[in-house]
């Protein structure tokens, strides 16, 4: 099962392009890469997800290079309401059979000020 | 469309008393999943259901925990004889569909377990 690392915390400010890299080493052939955020009591909220290469959606990016081993989440011009945790999740694609066993990382604070 | 939904929001109870806390996903949604957090901690995956089976229990961290999901809906986890190290945020989350593909998740509020 691969596994993820990300930074425990980030700081950025209004307006900023905000890059949060995440580390899967042992990411296997079927696994995609989904990235989630998290407020404050409140249950996580499905953000991007991707494969290879770059993936756009109304609010970040997801850059991912050849090899797999890393996935950068890109928040252009993010708001104080963007403050959250942002986590990174490994997952299985395609016929994974019985094993939905699925490992998150701890995730990264980031916040953003005024 | 309703969310999932978590119920109770918050539960209080005593070191050795049983919890029974519940999941409604989305209607539709065949796959469910349960986790575990505790404060600033990231997601603890507890097990995940496909319609009501359970293939894989190895998340659960004891034999006190156990869940069952009736009728391809609601899902119910069940702490036995709660110890003081249970208490975290409980979260429930469902997908369209799973095992044959990765689908995104839709987390429900959570419930809040306080074991004292």
């Known amino acids: 099962l691969a596994k993820t690392t990300q930074p425990i915390s980030m700081d950025s400010y209004e307006g900023q392009e905000v890059n949060i890299t995440c580390s899967h080493n042992?990411?296997?052939?079927?696994?995609?890469i989904t990235w989630y955020q998290q407020f404050p009591s409140q249950g996580p909220r499905f953000i991007i997800q991707?494969?290879?290469?770059?993936v756009t959606n109304e609010v970040a990016s997801l850059f991912i290079p050849a090899d797999r081993k890393s996935s950068t989440l890109s928040l252009p011009r993010v708001s104080l309401s963007d403050t959250a945790v942002y986590y990174c999740?490994?997952?299985?694609?395609?016929?994974?059979?019985?094993?939905?066993?699925?490992?998150w990382g701890l995730g990264t604070s980031l916040a953003v000020n005024p | 469309g309703a969310g999932v939904s978590q119920s109770p929001s918050n539960k209080v109870t005593e070191k050795g008393k049983d919890v029974e806390l519940r999941c409604d996903p989305i209607?539709?949604?065949?796959?469910l999943y349960w986790y575990r957090q505790s404060l600033g901690q990231g997601l603890e995956f507890l097990i995940y259901?496909?319609?009501?089976?359970?293939?894989?229990k190895s998340g659960l961290p004891s034999d006190r925990f156990s869940a069952e999901r009736t009728g391809g809906s609601v899902s119910t986890l069940t702490i036995q004889r709660t110890q003081q190290e249970d208490s975290a945020v409980y979260l429930c989350?469902?997908?369209?569909?799973?095992?044959?593909?990765?689908?995104?998740?839709?987390f429900g509020p959570g419930t809040r377990l306080t074991v004292l």
């Open positions: 999740l490994v997952a299985p694609w395609g016929n994974a059979g019985n094993n939905r066993k699925l490992i």
């Open positions: 209607s539709g949604h065949t796959a």
């Open positions: 991707g494969y290879k290469t770059k």
């Open positions: 989350a469902s997908s369209l569909r799973g095992g044959s593909s990765y689908n995104e998740q839709f």
């Open positions: 259901f496909q319609g009501n089976s359970a293939p894989d």
């Open positions: 042992n990411i296997a052939t079927n696994d995609y």
